[in-house]
């Protein structure tokens, strides 16, 4: 069986990334992101960040998300009933 992947590691990783894309992007602009973090009630959650109204930027967003729980959504079993539960 493989080995799992260190999950709060690849967490980390990605929320480090999106601080660095964020923080590259304000640093151009001038302007800084706005977050909203957020739990879903299911399992996980994220961190979603908007920059409006910039001086370079109309609008930009860099999200993460973080989502687990006991099955796939419908959407993603529409295609392929065998995944379902």
């Keep these: 069986m493989p080995d799992r992947p260190d999950i709060d590691a690849v967490k980390t990783y990605l929320q480090d ?3 660095a894309i964020c923080d590259a992007l304000a640093a151009e602009d001038g302007t800084p992101f706005r977050e909203d973090s957020w739990d879903r009630p ?3 959650g994220g961190r979603s960040r908007v920059l409006e109204g910039g001086k370079v930027f109309e609008k930009a967003g860099v999200n993460f998300s973080h989502v687990h729980g ?3 959504p419908p959407s993603a079993t529409a295609q392929r009933p065998e995944l379902a539960g």
């Design 70 to 72: 006991d099955g796939l």
């Design 17 to 19: 990334l999106q601080d």
């Design 42 to 44: 299911g399992g996980g």
